[in-house]
């Protein structure tokens, strides 16, 4: 019976290898497809396959940060801020956290610039006192 398992856990232990690189390949064509799509301007497509991919691995981070450049490409700033807040709280990598940050801090200026650019006309600039007239 010993011998049957010890045949089996290497017979075995060759196949889990053989699934696994099958696996990893398909999952690296997946990035590299989302890569490509993102460099051709493809962002509906692209987004796609990289919620897909999110969807079905959680943790991925490489993919998570595709996904929020995507929404940024595509002009989604609410989607974009959404999934960077995702990577920023799933995220263990300094990198990954730092990049989150940024791109949250960004996001957030273009929207106050939004703002101060549709409120320049119904305001009168003089009056608040955090405006600095140049």
């Not at 990577?87 to 996001?107: E, G």
């Amino acid at each position: 019976m010993c011998s049957h398992w010890s045949s089996f856990a290497r017979h075995g232990g060759r196949f889990l290898l053989v699934v696994l690189s099958f696996c990893r390949a398909g999952y690296a064509s997946d990035m590299d497809k989302a890569k490509a799509l993102l460099d051709q301007n493809k962002y509906s497509e692209a987004i796609d396959l990289l919620v897909k991919e999110t969807d079905e691995n959680p943790a991925h981070e490489a993919a998570r940060v595709l996904l929020a450049e995507a929404y940024e490409k595509a002009d989604m700033p609410d989607k974009a801020a959404a999934a960077w807040r995702d990577l920023a709280a799933l995220s263990r990598n300094d990198a990954n956290l730092r990049k989150a940050r940024r791109a949250l801090s960004r996001l957030r200026r273009q929207e106050l610039d939004k703002q101060d650019v549709a409120d320049a006309g119904k305001t009168d600039a003089s009056k608040d006192p955090f405006k600095i007239p140049m």
